[in-house]
Every structure is written in structure tokens, then in C-alpha cells.
């Protein structure tokens, strides 16, 4: 192996890049990645891309689409304009980009705990050292823990789904202020709202902190097109321009165009709509199948918005899942362990994540029962012999 | 300002991305960018993306496209395979990502002086200090500067146009076996070849060092789909895979479809063959028009390949080009200056940067006609006074 930079052996495999194989074999039922129902998306036939749109253009993005954006921003109570909107090539992007300049070997970065694994991972790549919180309890985010970067999904928060009340959006926002840190909000789940919830910007109710704010359109629009966005306060708003300059130019301008045309087309608002109550139904029904495959051994709250259900398994709260997923996936069936949503993750925690917009009605009871049975399993050999509870060993290549 | 990571200090702006923002300003004629003919972009009309193509994908790329690269690759008489092969938002990602696995703060870089200036860019913000190198003189490529990384464009160079001989091609990679560095190719401009000569992957003459080679479709596509592609030695492709992944996921599905869709085509050939026809009589009119404009002050070299002039300012070596960019943009014409291609340009190098594939004939004519007298006014000015040779002030933010 040649010389390699340190921050190298930080680079760890991603679980959500394994997910995204597993489920593209045939006949699986993923309830693992965030990923939108097949059927959520715009037809896409007859296109037809500009000349101009295939040459080179702003880093920034498309001016018609930051017009958009911006406004969308400003209606949310957002300080923007057009002129500080970046698009970006999916809202990873963002992360890597507020990590390039916020993150250095050591520094601290505030995290909700559980909070968005691939955000662990970059700021992880990075050097970041974590101080955690909840929405019960921000102490940690202080003047002493000094973190570079408080990070955080209020609305609809990954993997949890808990959205912020009024009251904790201001909590955070007074403890990022009293500790000079930046904060970064990362909001890609916003539009997916089903029940009537404060989604009040955080960085929204700042007095004095700099901030980052971003959202994607993989929820609302396509993940395919790999688009997101952000915004953010006027020092640091150049500084990410440059940074994704040098990252890939710019996002590709053919899904832009593309993106542009579907946000602004009369259909838009409709389409949207027809989105959110196709989710809400598949919520209620996952829901109902939760009770009664998973009603005597987890706890979980109704999310009010985005993809996921959050399941506590009451019946053992330091039972290990990672190792179930491979014996989960031989049976068809793939969900997310809780335990890499952790930036503190060193035993287990009773936990898994189980999205409910990609599997239909049938794959999600055919998969829940599977889960259950396994689970169920699981719990009694972990409650007759703690220390072997798993009966297949834990495998990250899976 | 916040607290921010010490890199930022090395984020400097990019000349590119000014140079995109002054290229789209009407009635400009620019030599800037190395911007295609936009009459070189295939016609995106009556495009159908099937369904699945908007869903996440795997952070390797598309299937078919990635055997479809393999195979050209292959036939170029690099080893790699389709399992190999990572699809790169655009080539300047694959930039990013070697950065990240290879540089830290300190690591010494073997570049060609001069090279690519955002290749620069992404090294200086991930704390690289420089060798400099040239096909005649690879000295500096040893044990003692041990360098962690050689970068090289050996085909058509940006932006001196060059093409490695032969000999120099296997003197390159003897001198990277020699000192053990990671050695990465930059291929982007190998299929605008408009004379016979050698193309031989440098990284295909290497016995044992680890190697990265990439290429790219925004100059025989277009620019706009944002595409590139890399292989890898072994041992590093599994990192090039997770750095991609924390980087945007895996790139826009859309634009691969479309990507694979054309290069795939019964056309495919032909348009490119029409493309190098189209380029290699834009370069001969460029030479005409030089020699007419230029041939008092400058020397070149007729390029056998790619989108460049490389101008060497023969009675004012010394000439810090940079100044005189604002009193050429002022008179309608872009061009880019030399100084930002050198690792270790600390005063003017008496060069610039001619791109000819996007001006049209009479547009050249006007833009070399105002440009020549612009600069034959600052060489007397700068033989008369050398320390007061511009007549205009600094300005990176143009």
C-alpha cells in the first residue's frame, strides 16, 4: 500500500453504499435506505436539453433555478437571495463541503445522537471529535466544548424522525449563539409533512452565529438527478463557492434544466401533494403492520413527517443489530441497525431504522413478519446469554 | 468570521471560475476556458430516462457505462475491468478524491511546471508543497523528494499542449517506480488528436507503482453533463470508491444514461471524427492568425492535440501576464494568463493560455487583433520600465 494520508484510516466503508447494492437485487424488500417510492417519480419522455445547457457554467448553478430556490428560502423565513444560493451535486455534497472548511484533525462537531451516518462519516474523514445532544438536552453545545460546527436535522430528523418543537428550535438556536460555533441545517426531508408541525429554519432564529443550510431534491423530485442545495450566512457563502469549484465545477447543468423545468411547471404544487398523502397512507399502514409484528418487543412514535420509522427494542436496549442484517438480508429482507448513527456507537443499542416510502403494501408485511420473527429470535438468545446473543458474526463488507 | 479549518487559508479563488463567469457575458470572445465548440454538442431532443434511472444508484456508476469505459481502457493497453471503473462527476472530482487519500499537510507533489492550475488549487487546499517537473527533465522525481503523488497530463498537456514522446513516456514512469509515489494520470483531452503520435498510457509502463488514471466526456461530449471516470491500481480503487461516496453518493444517473446512450450510438465514431476534423481546422487557423498577429513577440508550438496555444512571450519573458487581463476582458476578449499554471510562480513568466475549439473564425480574428496590440503595448512598456510594466492593477477578483 502506498504512503496514504492519515486522515485515510478514518475512511470507513459506508453502510448506506452496501444498502444501496443489497437492494438492488431482485426480490428484496429494502426498508433501508431513505430511498422515494419508483412511483413518486416525474415522468421524464420528450425532453429536450438546450445547446447551451451542455456547455460549462457558474459554479453557483443555473440562475432561473437559484431564482426559485431562493424564493422557496424566503418564504421559509430564510435571509437569502439568489445570489448566496450553491447548487449542488445532491446534499452529500454539502457535507463534504462544510466539513473541507470547518473540519480539521481534532475538531469538535456537535451531533445529534443518533444522527445522519454519512455526515459521521465525512466529518469523521476529517478529523472531527463529537460532542453529542438531543433535542431534550443540548448542555454539551457550551463555550468549553468550543465545537467548530453544530450539526443538525431539526425537521423530521434522520434517523429518528423527530421533529423540533417551537420551543427546542430556540433552545438550539440560543446554545449555538452562546458558543460561536457555526451551525449547519440539514433539512432534505422538510416537504415530506404529513401532520401540522413547527418546520421553523433554526438558522432562521440565530442572533449572531454563522450557519449553513441545505436541502435536496432526492425526497421531492428524483434522487437520480442528484441535486441539492444550500444557502448560507454572507462570510461563509463565498468560501463554499470556491470549495465546490475546486470539488466538480459545477453541478451537471442537464439535471438542472431538467429540475427547473418540473419545480416550475402549474403541475408542481399537485404532484407534491399527491406525493405526501401516498407516504402518509403507506405510514399508517406500515404503522398498523408495526403493531402487529412488533408491538410486544419495540417502542416507536408516529413520525409527523419524512421516511422513517425509529424502533426501540424494549425487550433488550444494548442488543447489538449490525450482526442481523446479514442474516435479515439472506432472508430477503434489508433494514438499517441503529448502532452506525452514532457518532459514540460502542455497544449495542436496541435500535434499527425501517423506511416505509419504497416497499409496497405486500413487500412491507411479507418483510416485517421476516424481521419480526428474526428479531424475536434474536431478543431471546441475547436475554438467555448477553455476550453471544448473535448467532451470525458481524460483517461490515456484507 | 468563524473559527475555520487552517486549509481555507490555501482556498484561493479559482482564475477558472472567474473566466466562466466572463465567458457568458454577451458579444465576450474568449480563448479563456477550454470550452468546447458548442457546435460539437449532441443534440439532446426526445430524451426518454426510464423510471429506475431515477432512483439512488451504486456510487460506482452506471453498469453499462462502466463496460463500456472498461473496454476502451482496455484497449488503450490499460488493466483494469468494468469492476474497476468509477464514474466521477466530471474529472476535476476525481482531483478531489485523489487529493483527499494522498495529500496532507506537508506532502510533498511532483507537477509539471506548468500544469493544470485547478489540479493546483485542490492540492494547495489539501496542504501540498510542490517538485516541479517537465518531459526533459524529471530529476526532480526521486527518492529524496519522495514525492506522495506525481501528477501528470503526459497527452496534449494543459497547458502547454504537449504530447510525451515515447521516451519520455517510459522515462516518467521509471522515475516513478524509482521513488515509490502513487502516480496519477490525467487524461482528458486524448481523443482531440489532430497528428499521428504516441498515446501511451504512462501508467501502463509502470512495473510496480500504484497508480490513478482518468479521463473525461465534457470535451468529446459535452461539459455540461458533468462526467468523467477513473481506474485505479488495486489497492486504491476500493478508497477512490468510499471517498466518492462521502463525496455526492454516486454521480447523476440521468446524464449517464444519456452518456451511454450516445457513446453507445452507431454515430458515436463518426461524431467524434467529425468533431477532430472541425478542431484541427480551428487550430490551423488559429497558427495563421498567430503568425500574423503574434509572430514579432511570441513563440509556440504547433499542438498535435487538445484545445490549447501555449504562447511563450519571446521579448518579454518576464512579463507578469495576470495585469493585463481586465484591460482585455474591458475590450471584449479573454485569455488566460500563465503565471496561475506554476506550483512556484512568484513573477510573471512571460506566457499565456490560447484556447481555440470555442471562438468562431472571424471572432478569433478580432480577439488575436486587439489582443496582439495589447500586448505589444505592455511589452514596450514593461522593456521600458519592468517594474512598472502594467498599466493596470492586480485584480484576481475580475
Not at 48 to 61: C, D, H, K, M, T
Not at 73 to 91: A, H, K, M
Not at 164 to 171: G, K, T
Amino acid at each position: 500500500m502506498p504512503q496514504l494520508a492519515s486522515r485515510v484510516k478514518r475512511l470507513s466503508p459506508s453502510p448506506i453504499r452496501e444498502i444501496l447494492e443489497v437492494i438492488s437485487q431482485p426480490g428484496m424488500v429494502s426498508f433501508a435506505g431513505g430511498l422515494p417510492s419508483p412511483a413518486s417519480f416525474p415522468a421524464l419522455n420528450n425532453l429536450s436539453v438546450p445547446n447551451e445547457e451542455l456547455q460549462y457554467g457558474a459554479s453557483e448553478g443555473n440562475v432561473a433555478l437559484r431564482e426559485l430556490i431562493a424564493a422557496q428560502l424566503t418564504e421559509r423565513g430564510i435571509d437569502t437571495s439568489p445570489d448566496r444560493v450553491l447548487v449542488l451535486s445532491g446534499s452529500q455534497q454539502g457535507i463534504d463541503l462544510v466539513a473541507k472548511l470547518l473540519i480539521e484533525e481534532g475538531a469538535s462537531v456537535a451531533v445529534e445522537s443518533p444522527t445522519y451516518l454519512a455526515a459521521l462519516q465525512v466529518f469523521s474523514l476529517f478529523g472531527a471529535s463529537y460532542c453529542c445532544f438531543s433535542p431534550d438536552s443540548m448542555q454539551s453545545i457550551n463555550a468549553q466544548s468550543s465545537p467548530a460546527l453544530v450539526y443538525s436535522i431539526p425537521t423530521f430528523q434522520n434517523p429518528s424522525g423527530h421533529c423540533y418543537s417551537h420551543e427546542q428550535r430556540c433552545s438550539l438556536a440560543a446554545a449555538v449563539d452562546a458558543c460561536d460555533a457555526v451551525f449547519f441545517e440539514d433539512d432534505p426531508y422538510r416537504d415530506l409533512v404529513y401532520e401540522a408541525c413547527d418546520r421553523t429554519p433554526v438558522c432562521s432564529l440565530l442572533q449572531r452565529s454563522d450557519w449553513v443550510y441545505q436541502s435536496s431534491f432526492s425526497k421531492s423530485l428524483a434522487p437520480g438527478l442528484r441535486l441539492g442545495y444550500l444557502t448560507a450566512s454572507e462570510s461563509l457563502f463565498p468560501l463554499l463557492v470556491r470549495a465546490k469549484q475546486a470539488a466538480d465545477l459545477h453541478s451537471n447543468r442537464v439535471c438542472q434544466h431538467i429540475a427547473h423545468q418540473l419545480l416550475s411547471s402549474p403541475g408542481a404544487g399537485a404532484r407534491l401533494k399527491q406525493l405526501v398523502d401516498d407516504y402518509r397512507r403507506r405510514r399508517d399502514h406500515f404503522d398498523t403492520l408495526l403493531q402487529r409484528y412488533f408491538g410486544d418487543i419495540a417502542q416507536w412514535q408516529l413520525p409527523v413527517g419524512g421516511l422513517f420509522f425509529w424502533l426501540d427494542l424494549t425487550a433488550a436496549p444494548t442488543l447489538d443489530t449490525q450482526p442481523l442484517l446479514r442474516a435479515a438480508v439472506q432472508q430477503g429482507v434489508a433494514f438499517m441497525p441503529g448502532e452506525p448513527f452514532f457518532a459514540d456507537a460502542s455497544a449495542g443499542c436496541g435500535a434499527l431504522r425501517l423506511n416505509f416510502s419504497h416497499a409496497s403494501a405486500a413487500e412491507a408485511e411479507r418483510g416485517l413478519a421476516t424481521l419480526a420473527d428474526l428479531f424475536s429470535s434474536a431478543i431471546a438468545a441475547h436475554l438467555t446469554a448477553p455476550n453471544h446473543a448473535c448467532v451470525v458474526t458481524p460483517d461490515v463488507a456484507l
